[in-house]
């Protein structure tokens, strides 16, 4: 924001003479409307994504009838679902139930105010960032409960009931490994945080202090994933059990928002951790960065974000759903206590240790990035070869 | 606390496990069938939409008696002796006029059972199984044509090889349980017994049918100058030759329809089956 301000006052004649709340108001209204054509193109993206994920991962192909491999398929569903009628239920709480789900596309939009895309590429820049960032993404909790209650429906408030108890169980684990990163680098802003990770992988706070960040990393991705009700940590909208969790009654273009919402909040989640464990917007090399333009930072970011979201949906069509207290027994009784840990070992080393982590952390981040890269490239060329296998014992 | 960390560990392993079994699965082929674009290729002897030859229908009815469901209409009227003498492809005459010939695929049970006592086998399954409907009563498939062009000419007499005429009345004769069966297969008659044998031999070989070709019914083995109930009882018969796989038009002309041997090649054929 503060880039466009200075944008429009050098270029823009007149801009400078207006009212005050004016000149705050105009870039930020611009910059809102990027943010949010960006969050509501992007679910259309993730969804069709999500679908070809999911049947390739058990061999189908997914959509492929709406335009050119099915691209147009989930825009047909949006394009569907805004037509749909909303139908309230009988006895609903009308006005929480329309509240509602704003409140949670709400929560999902917000944090991306302080989400940097780049050195100044951030809307704005709080010293409070990731501060902010776990109070707004909480609000959508407010939002799941009043869904859930304003529904009249016992499985709905189920849902709603199971989704708070779950997100305040994995907002403490979540908060315990930010406050590594955040007595490390000594701030809260989320662009000092990037700012923090210059100079190639090795620098990241995934590999440093080698094998404590890559744990607290962990406990970071599996309390997003439960904050944002992913299998395996659906147990909100668990469709086996409850109808639909929270959003049984829901429809049309309501449905659509919390459909919205909860693939913002993916990229939201994925987005957060980019920025705190895998470098924000820096490339993985020094060299690399000074490719492109400079805005081409937002790239790097949205790259590695989009693989997170990708690894997201790998776990859901990887795992089984939890049971509640499978649930609860790995937020309080696993990822709690190793997230104290973390923080008392990490305090401790910046007090009386290497303040920057450990000597060895370059070799052990190069040699895992490139031992994992080339695991997954194995099993590719492995996968390749069991189908030609297949292939041939099926033709036989 | 040991008990602990094994079970941590365990839970990160495994997942990890089912990652790499996910990960593997993204690029293994894909199984599903492009169905519109591309479709599998049918089974031979696929039982799906019911056919009908009008031109070769006698009108006798025997398929709508076999018809378990009843799905097939027929009504017939003597045909006047003014009218032109006609006669089926296989040189049966046909003595009754034809008016309506319905099938309704809606009750259709697929069994196939209509097709087996068909003396000129003008009713057969084809592969077709894409006719879908909005409308129950699409699936009434109407095969009467006011305006079919009926064989005037007796297909049987001239016979193509002059041993054919002598063949016919020998294989008339002989098998007891198909007496007119010879005239349906006229160059097969004329080859004799040790002739026949051979060809017998070589018919169940070319049993698998394209999907496009019609579906193999027994080629035309009972045929009788009447419709007769004796044809479909010799079930001995016809069962060996719908091995043969011919097309029931081919009846005639193919080498294939080796179904109506002299008595004695009949015995080497039933144990075929």
């Given at each position: 924001m503060d880039v466009l301000w200075g944008f429009l006052n050098q270029n823009v004649s007149g801009f400078s003479d207006l009212?005050?709340?004016?000149?705050?108001?105009?870039?930020?209204?611009?910059?809102?409307?990027?943010?949010?054509?960006?969050?509501?193109?992007?679910?259309?993206?993730?969804?069709?994504?999500?679908?070809?994920?999911?049947?390739?991962m058990q061999d189908r192909i997914g959509p492929k009838r709406v335009g050119p491999h099915g691209m147009l398929q989930t825009v047909a569903d949006a394009v569907k679902l805004m037509f749909k009628e909303a139908i309230y239920p009988a006895g609903a709480d009308k006005k929480l139930f329309i509240v509602a789900p704003c409140l949670v596309v709400l929560g999902a939009f917000m944090s991306f105010v302080v989400i940097p895309f780049g050195a100044r590429g951030v809307t704005a820049n709080l010293n409070v960032g990731i501060f902010y960032v776990v109070a707004v993404s909480s609000l959508s909790t407010v939002g799941l409960i009043m869904a859930g209650w304003a529904s009249n429906n016992k499985y709905a408030l189920f849902g709603a009931m199971r989704s708070a108890a779950q997100i305040v169980s994995y907002e403490i684990p979540a908060v315990m490994t930010l406050l590594t990163i955040v007595m490390i680098v000594g701030s809260l802003s989320l662009n000092d945080i990037a700012m923090a990770q210059a100079g190639g992988l090795h620098r990241w706070f995934l590999f440093?202090?080698?094998?404590?960040?890559?744990?607290?990393?962990?406990?970071?991705?599996?309390?997003?994933?439960?904050?944002?009700?992913?299998?395996?940590?659906?147990?909100?909208?668990?469709?086996?059990?409850?109808?639909?969790?929270f959003h049984t009654e829901y429809s049309g273009f309501f449905f659509a928002m919390f459909f919205m919402a909860e693939y913002t909040e993916m990229f939201v989640i994925s987005a957060v951790a980019s920025v705190l464990f895998l470098g924000g917007w820096w490339a993985p090399l020094p060299a690399l960065q000074q490719i492109g333009p400079v805005g081409l930072g937002a790239l790097w970011l949205i790259a590695k974000a989009w693989t997170l979201v990708?690894?997201?949906?790998?776990?859901?069509?990887?795992?089984?759903?939890?049971?509640?207290?499978?649930?609860?027994?790995?937020a309080w009784k696993v990822l709690l206590p190793i997230?104290?840990?973390?923080?008392?070992?990490?305090?401790t080393l910046i007090m009386w240790g290497p303040k920057n982590g450990f000597l060895w952390d370059p070799y052990a981040a190069w040699?895992?990035?490139?031992?994992?890269?080339?695991?997954?490239?194995?099993?590719?060329?492995?996968?390749?070869?069991?189908?030609?296998?297949?292939?041939?014992?099926?033709?036989? | 606390m040991r008990e602990w960390l094994a079970d941590l560990w365990e839970g990160f392993y495994t997942v990890l496990v089912g990652m790499k079994i996910t990960w593997r699965h993204l690029f293994v082929d894909k199984v599903t069938l492009h169905y519109p674009e591309e479709k599998w290729t049918l089974p031979p002897k696929s039982r799906m939409r019911l056919f009908m030859k009008y031109e070769d229908c006698i009108g006798c009815g025997q398929c709508a008696r076999a018809c378990p469901v009843d799905c097939i209409y027929i009504k017939t009227e003597k045909r006047p002796p003014t009218k032109p003498a006609i006669w089926a492809a296989d040189g049966t005459p046909i003595k009754l006029d034809t008016h309506v010939f319905d099938i309704d695929m809606s009750l259709c049970c697929y069994c196939n059972l209509c097709t087996y006592p068909c003396p000129t086998n003008c009713i057969y399954m084809t592969p077709e199984y894409e006719?879908?409907?909005?409308?129950?009563?699409?699936?009434?498939y109407h095969f009467a044509k006011p305006n079919a062009k009926f064989l005037t000419v007796n297909p049987k007499p001239p016979a193509p090889k002059p041993a054919a005429a002598p063949g016919a009345p020998a294989a008339a004769a002989g098998p007891a349980a198909a007496p007119g069966a010879a005239p349906a297969a006229k160059p097969a008659a004329p080859a004799a017994a040790p002739l026949a044998k051979p060809a017998v031999a070589s018919a169940p070989p070319g049993t698998p049918i394209a999907p496009g070709a019609p579906t193999p019914v027994a080629p035309s083995p009972g045929t009788t100058p009447k419709e007769a109930p004796p044809a479909p009882g010799d079930a001995a018969n016809p069962a060996p030759n719908v091995a043969t796989g011919t097309p029931p038009k081919a009846g005639g002309d193919t080498a294939g329809t080796g179904g109506t041997p002299p008595p004695d090649a009949v015995d080497p054929a039933a144990p075929k089956e």
């Open positions: 009212p005050g709340w004016l000149q705050t108001a105009i870039p930020a209204a611009v910059c809102g409307v990027l943010l949010i054509t960006f969050m509501a193109l992007g679910p259309i993206l993730y969804v069709y994504v999500e679908t070809k994920v999911a049947g390739f440093r202090y080698f094998p404590i960040m890559p744990v607290a990393f962990l406990i970071f991705f599996t309390a997003g994933l439960a904050e944002c009700n992913r299998a395996p940590f659906d147990i909100p909208e668990a469709e086996s059990e409850l109808v639909a969790g990708f690894v997201m949906m790998w776990l859901r069509w990887t795992l089984p759903r939890l049971r509640v207290d499978q649930l609860m027994h790995v997230s104290m840990v973390l923080v008392v070992l990490v305090g040699v895992l990035t490139v031992g994992v890269f080339l695991l997954l490239m194995y099993w590719l060329v492995a996968a390749r070869r069991f189908s030609a296998r297949r292939v041939r014992e099926v033709a036989a | 006719f879908a409907a909005t409308d129950l009563t699409s699936h009434l």
